[in-house]
C-alpha cells in the first residue's frame, strides 16, 4: 500500500506562484511514476505533470498547457514529488491531486488539495 499526503494548496492572485508538495509512504520501492492531476468543477480530472523514478532525475511529462510555467520533481528517496506553479491562471484553479502509479498498475491517489486562482 501508498499513502499520498498532499500539502501546499491555497488562494494565490494572478501571476503569482506556489510550491505543492506530496508525501509517499508504505511500499514506495514499487511505484514507477508519480505526478500531479487536477479536477475543475464540471471537468474531467486531467494529468498536470508527471515524473518516472527509473532514473535520479526521472523523466517528465506536462499537459500542454502547463509548459514552460510548471515543474515537477522528486527527491533521490523517492518519497516527495513537488510541483512548482508559476505564472498562475484563473483556469488553474482545481483540486490537485497526487497520484502515483505502483506496481501491477495499481494507482495511489492523495486526499487533494484546492488551487484557488483569483484577484
Known amino acids: 500500500q501508498v499513502q499520498l499526503v498532499e500539502s501546499g494548496g491555497g488562494l494565490v492572485q494572478p501571476g503569482g506562484s506556489l510550491r505543492l508538495s506530496c508525501a509517499a509512504s508504505?511500499?514506495?520501492?514499487?511505484?514507477?511514476?508519480m505526478g500531479w492531476y487536477r479536477q475543475a468543477p464540471g471537468k474531467q480530472r486531467e494529468m498536470v505533470a508527471t515524473?518516472?523514478?527509473?532514473?535520479?532525475?526521472?523523466?517528465?511529462n506536462y499537459a500542454d498547457s502547463v509548459k514552460g510555467r510548471f515543474a515537477i520533481s522528486r527527491d533521490s528517496a523517492k518519497n516527495t514529488v513537488y510541483l512548482q506553479m508559476n505564472n498562475l491562471k484563473p483556469e488553474d484553479t482545481a483540486v490537485y491531486y497526487c497520484?502515483?502509479?505502483?506496481?501491477?498498475?495499481?494507482?495511489?491517489w492523495g486526499q487533494g488539495t484546492q488551487v484557488t486562482v483569483s484577484s
Open positions: 515524473v518516472t523514478t527509473d532514473s535520479t532525475t526521472g523523466k517528465v
Open positions: 508504505g511500499s514506495i520501492a514499487n511505484i514507477y511514476t
Open positions: 497520484n502515483a502509479l505502483w506496481d501491477l498498475g495499481h494507482n495511489f
